[in-house]
């Protein structure tokens, strides 16, 4: 199975300011198409996830621009340009380039 | 366009639930779909797929031989027979499409004497 490993697992942040998570696979997640299948959750307290960003950098419907993601070699790193009071929850990185799915362990984020 | 999942509870060690989520205002025949689950506090771990025809299925090695997930396209259902439950299958189980951008409200399954 891939190994999704993901860091920090908390993170607390001053509203507008940046925050940055990381998640590491064991494995290139590229497909044969050259899609990179690897995407970020946000599970706010209560809730279920919910899609942020799909193949490792495309927004999903209704996702503010703020959030944004990228990759370098098998890195993939998820990024709020200034992190609002709605960002709060739990972000879950996961690869669906194949089954079994994985996710990484999750990041808490809170406000200071 | 939503997902909703029925039939969580409580079960003693050994017995057995299925679980149902009901698909609506998409096309649930075309897709993939899966379950995940959620013990309490913990983060999510993927347990079975299931492809358009309900001819091919995945699962985690963890529930391999005591669920079995099927669907029928033309009640819009994805299911999940779970056999031989254990205290550590105690999770919120969510149904999820392929592309990942819908998940239901979850359905609590609690194995406990």
């Known amino acids: 199975d891939i190994v999704m490993t993901q860091s920090p697992v908390s993170l607390s942040v001053t509203p507008g300011e940046p925050a940055s998570i990381s998640c590491r696979s064991t494995q290139s997640l590229q497909h044969v198409d050259g899609k990179d299948y690897l995407d970020w959750f946000l599970q706010k307290p209560g809730q279920s996830p919910q899609l942020l960003i799909y193949?490792?950098?495309n927004r999903a419907s209704g996702v503010p621009e703020r959030f944004s993601g990228s990759r370098s070699g098998t890195v993939f790193t998820l990024k709020i340009s200034r992190v609002e009071a709605e960002d709060v929850g739990v972000y879950y990185c996961m690869q669906g380039l194949q089954a079994p799915w994985t996710f990484g362990q999750g990041t808490k984020v809170d406000l200071k | 366009v939503q997902l909703v999942e029925s039939g969580g509870g409580v079960v003693q060690p050994g017995g057995s639930l299925r679980l149902s989520c009901e698909a609506s205002?998409?096309?649930?025949?075309?897709?993939?779909m899966h379950w995940v689950r959620q013990a309490p506090g913990k983060g999510l771990v993927w347990v079975s797929r299931i492809d358009p025809h309900g001819r091919v299925t995945d699962y985690a090695a963890s529930v391999e031989g005591r669920f079995t997930i099927s669907r029928d396209n033309a009640k819009n259902t994805l299911y999940l027979q779970m056999n031989s439950l254990r205290v550590e299958d105690t999770a919120v189980y969510y149904c999820?499409?392929?592309?990942?951008?819908?998940w239901g409200r979850g359905t609590l399954v609690t194995v406990s004497s």
């Open positions: 999820v499409t392929e592309s990942a951008d819908l």
């Open positions: 205002r998409f096309m649930f025949n075309d897709f993939w």
């Open positions: 193949l490792a950098s």
